[in-house]
């Protein structure tokens, strides 16, 4: 299983609602990661997770909540979004390890494409 | 200056043209490269690393030159399915020493290729 599953595949909430994201990976990796992507601009890291535990926010707003229950799951909950936080929301994975010319199995998921109305 | 620069294109070319993209990056410490490819409205995937003494695979080749920061990627006789955005990656070293990696993505170069 290589994979990484992201659901839901789009979803359009209103600026009040509370919805969540899910990310999940059974690679046996040890790192997973939330990206932002909006529209013809490249991926943008928001947080990190490594051993479940946050490793990097990226100055992220805190209507952004990541959590990750176990070592195969990750989620993002959103709440009171503003509609320029309108974009692809993609989770990636990765073994752990910092030798150089490697890319440990870095695997996106196909994402959450997230609208605000 | 951005971390990572690339020229965002298009590149139109015909068919069976060679084209190449070239990416800069601005800090000396980085420790990998990569180029992913990304079609429209789908993820990035891993196209190929880079290699300080270069690399090919196929129709790609990628040269990486530290001195001057900045890496190449080379497409030869290029065929419809190459289409697609073309995301120089880099690697900063890992945060202290907890054992990932995050990508820092250049703003990626289109390519066209026509019949």
């Known amino acids: 299983d290589t994979e990484v599953t992201q659901t839901p595949k789009h979803l359009v909430m209103g600026m009040t609602n509370k919805k969540s994201l899910k990310c999940e990976q059974h690679?046996?990796?040890?790192?997973m990661y939330w990206y932002k992507q909006k529209a013809k601009k490249p991926p943008e890291l928001m947080f990190v997770?490594?051993?479940?535990?946050?490793?990097i926010n990226e100055s992220v707003p805190s209507r952004f909540s990541p959590e990750c229950p176990n070592s195969s799951l990750l989620n993002l909950h959103l709440h009171a979004l503003q509609p320029e936080d309108s974009a692809l929301y993609l989770c990636?994975?990765?073994?752990?390890?910092?030798?150089?010319?490697?890319?440990?199995?870095?695997?996106f998921g196909s994402g959450t494409r997230l609208t605000v109305v | 200056r951005k971390e990572v620069e690339q020229d965002p294109g298009p590149f139109n070319v015909p068919e069976g043209a060679t084209v190449a993209f070239n990416c800069t990056y601005s800090?000396?410490?980085?420790?990998?490269f990569f180029w992913y490819r990304q079609d429209c409205r789908k993820e990035p995937k891993l196209l190929m690393s880079?290699?300080?003494s270069g690399n090919e695979d196929g129709r790609f080749t990628a040269q990486l030159n530290r001195a001057s920061q900045y890496i190449s990627l080379l497409i030869r006789d290029s065929k419809l399915s190459d289409s697609a955005t073309y995301l120089c990656?880099?690697?900063?070293?890992?945060?202290?020493?907890?054992?990932?990696?995050?990508?820092?993505f250049g703003t990626g170069t289109r390519l066209l290729v026509s019949p």
């Open positions: 990636a994975s990765s073994q752990e390890g910092i030798r150089q010319d490697t890319n440990y199995g870095y695997t």
């Open positions: 690679m046996g990796h040890r790192a």
């Open positions: 997770y490594s051993y479940e535990k946050l490793s």
């Open positions: 800090n000396s410490a980085s420790q990998s």
């Open positions: 880079v290699y300080s």
């Open positions: 990656v880099v690697t900063p070293p890992a945060v202290m020493n907890t054992g990932f990696q995050k990508l820092v």
